[in-house]
């Protein structure tokens, strides 16, 4: 994240009341449907919420599961559980609302990793699953508008691809009032398409867009916020940090197109209504003129209701804010609780949760409960646990989980790799151990959990390794290779200083993440005799084709054409002479099974003459691909570059991922 966007976002102007007042000014609601946390356009709906007053949700289909994370460690369903709270905290800023397709954990719907194809999306996720829940979010929230986030064209990510596939008949669907969700139909009158490519670093879009019908300025600015539309938008996608996002735009037009594909020709947005002269609105930054203003409004039913009582609670300084002590219940424990105002409260309880006094009774037979949510509203009403105040609904400042009643084994020993004790099985082995709360804390957001399967695994391995090489590894914040080299049993520590160093191992992401590494001492330090070992990059990872590796490795963009999604993509060796691939352990077809996730990504597109590919991969139907692991002789040294997705298969435990790590680091031939 760009840190002036967090700077501009924290001196803004504006207040909570100002924000409370917009919905007040039009009764739209809009619907944009994603398939990943950060697919929405946060600059856009910033327009839509805070510029015209109108609701907008973001309904996404699956949690993020399959996506990387520039942050930490977290990954697959851990990574799930801190995507969805930076989905709600991104909402949260703006004051859209969030609507899961997917409950999160084991559900057919996930983010299995990329995907070239729109119908290999949905053979895997079941096409009228998605449609099935697409319709029925549709008749929950019962829209005026909808959208997807990007066009159904080849070179785009195919899980984007499956739901604008799906938006036709999801619309259909829940118009059709013979499908029984136990919900009234709904029909939608606008539907739009963006009318902008989606390529980039990452996609390449291979049709253009269609036409405009109807253009909106994001670089506008909002006066009371002091930034443009677009700008607005960046202080909600900086909560995408797991991601990277959240990047500085300067001021200066930011039109986004639409292209309208059903609804009426004559009007192209549903904002007819949009009000900017209502009274409260009007007499704003007048605290009590808004006061007055809003108790003149007559009685309000639904929705409006409650974001008529949620304005008055702040224009009166009566916004009650709920905190709950500790944040981690056990069942049969207690906790405290404290409200920022005198009034009283209805409250919002689990069944056979009980209040008493200041403190909440929790039975001994709650069901565990992490951070994952169906959904997240800006008027409240997100937590289990909760109170309705003069119908204001509070949710507890820090969500609030219930830890199983027997904590299990940790996620350390759970994934740990077996010893080469007699009692380790040959192969993988699992060993169920109940149920556990797997929990992190990430700066942006707090706390994110969720209750997960605990089990022992093991895997016996043959490996050889070279006991006498001395690795130093270099970590970014996402990279766990150093526990792995070391339950291997080889001789790896942190990076401090090349003299002790036999092999020095480059992680994923760390030129980024590791400013401090001195790369001319490195390349000298190559060049007299040691092996350099790189995990793979992205372009935007302090990765500089010319002045980051030893000689030039250029990593291809975009990225969609410089990878290889199937993990049983055929592989074929191009250097079997290499020591890489022999010393000390022979890595033959029998290592390249069992892969999960991917082949690979990021590969290297173009290389200095001192490198040499090893191995040559392509998804059916692509071109093969070279630049996957390449081989180098630096002077008396030697450099390895590796884009192949070892992390998955460690995690995995993938034998032939351990076999070729032992190799990678083994002390280069003379």
């Keep these: 994240m760009d840190e002036r966007v967090a700077r501009q ?15 007040l000014r039009s009764s739209k609601t809009w619907l944009m449907f994603g398939a990943h946390p950060d697919d929405e356009w946060n600059g856009f709906l910033a327009w839509l919420v805070l510029g015209r007053g109108m609701r907008a949700v973001f309904a996404c ?16 369903a851990d990574l799930a559980a801190l995507r969805s709270r930076e ?81 036709v008949p999801a619309m259909a669907l829940a118009a059709d009032s013979g499908w029984d ?7 939608v009158e606008h539907a739009y398409l963006p009318a902008f490519p ?66 009426p020709a004559d009007r192209d947005l549903p904002l007819d209504d949009a009000a900017p002269d209502e009274p409260a609105v009007a007499a704003w930054p007048d605290r009590e003129a808004v006061a007055a203003a809003l108790e003149r409004i007559p009685p309000l039913i639904g929705r409006k209701a409650r974001e008529l009582a949620r304005a ?6 009566e916004m009650p804010r709920l905190a709950i002590a500790p944040q981690v219940l056990k069942p049969g424990g207690e906790a405290r609780w404290s409200l920022s105002t005198n009034g009283a409260g209805v409250w919002r309880l689990p069944p056979g949760w009980a209040v008493a006094g200041d403190r909440i009774r929790v039975p001994a037979d709650a069901e565990p409960l992490g951070t994952l949510r169906d959904g997240w509203d800006p008027l409240g009403g997100n937590d289990v646990i909760g109170l309705n105040v003069d119908g204001v609904e509070v949710d507890p400042e820090v969500p609030v989980v219930v830890a199983p009643l027997a904590a299990a084994a940790p996620d350390r020993v759970a994934r740990r790799l077996g010893d080469p004790r007699p009692s380790v099985p040959p192969g993988r082995s699992e060993m169920p151990l109940g149920v556990r709360l797997a929990r992190g804390e990430a700066a942006h957001v707090g706390t994110f959990a969720r209750i997960a399967p605990a089990s022992l695994r093991t895997l016996g391995l043959d490996c050889a390794i070279d006991r006498g090489a001395r690795v130093g590894v270099a970590a970014g914040d996402t990279d766990e290779t150093l526990a792995w080299l070391r339950q291997l049993g080889i001789d790896a520590f942190a990076l401090d200083g090349l003299d002790a160093c036999d092999v020095v191992l480059i992680g994923m992401m760390a030129f980024r993440q590791r400013p401090e590494l001195d790369l001319p001492a490195l390349h000298e330090w190559v060049r007299g005799g040691g092996k350099l070992v790189t995990l793979y990059h992205r372009p935007s990872d302090g990765w500089d084709p010319d002045s980051t590796p030893p000689r030039r490795i250029q990593i291809g963009t975009p990225s969609l054409r410089w990878r290889v999604t199937d993990p ?12 890489l691939l022999r010393t000390p352990n022979a890595i033959g077809p029998g290592d390249w099974e069992g892969w999960v996730r991917e082949r690979g990504l990021y590969f290297a597109s173009a290389w200095d003459e001192a490198y040499r590919p090893l191995l040559e991969l392509g998804d059916p139907g692509e071109p093969a691909l070279r630049g996957a692991l390449l081989e180098g002789r630096i002077g008396r040294g030697v450099h390895i570059h590796v884009a192949l997705a070892l992390h998955h298969q460690w995690e995995a435990l ?14 280069a031939a003379d």
């Design 9 to 23: 976002a924290e001196s803004a102007g504006g207040d909570a009341l100002w924000r409370a007042l917009q919905p």
């Design 568 to 579: 049983a993509a055929p592989i074929r060796a191009l250097a079997p002479d290499s020591p």
């Design 198 to 263: 989606g390529g980039g670093g990452t996609y390449d879009d291979e049709v253009p867009p269609p036409p405009a019908t109807v253009v909106v300025d994001l670089g506008a600015r909002c006066e009371v916020l002091g930034a443009s539309w677009a700008q607005i938008g960046e202080w909600s996608r900086r909560f995408h940090a797991s991601q990277g996002m959240g990047r500085w735009i300067p001021d200066g037009p930011r039109p986004l197109a639409l292209h309208k594909f059903a609804g």
């Design 61 to 76: 289909a699956t949690r993020g599961d399959g996506g990387q994370n520039a942050i930490g460690a977290a990954r697959g």
């Design 654 to 667: 993938v034998p032939g991922a351990f076999r070729l790590l032992a190799n990678l680091v083994a002390r």
């Design 312 to 317: 008055i609670a702040l224009a009166r300084g």
């Design 87 to 167: 989905m709600e905290r991104a909402a949260a800023e703006i004051g859209f609302g969030v609507r899961w397709l997917t409950p999160g954990g084991d559900d057919p719907i996930f983010d299995f990793g990329f995907s070239r194809s729109g119908v290999d999306t949905l053979a895997r996720w079941g096409e009228r699953r998605l449609v099935e829940r697409m319709a029925r979010a549709i008749r929950e929230i019962r829209p005026d508008a909808v959208s997807p986030t990007f066009l159904d064209v080849p070179g785009q990510h195919g899980h984007h691809r499956a739901v604008t596939q799906s938006l």
């Design 181 to 187: 969700c136990g919900l009234p139909a709904c029909r």
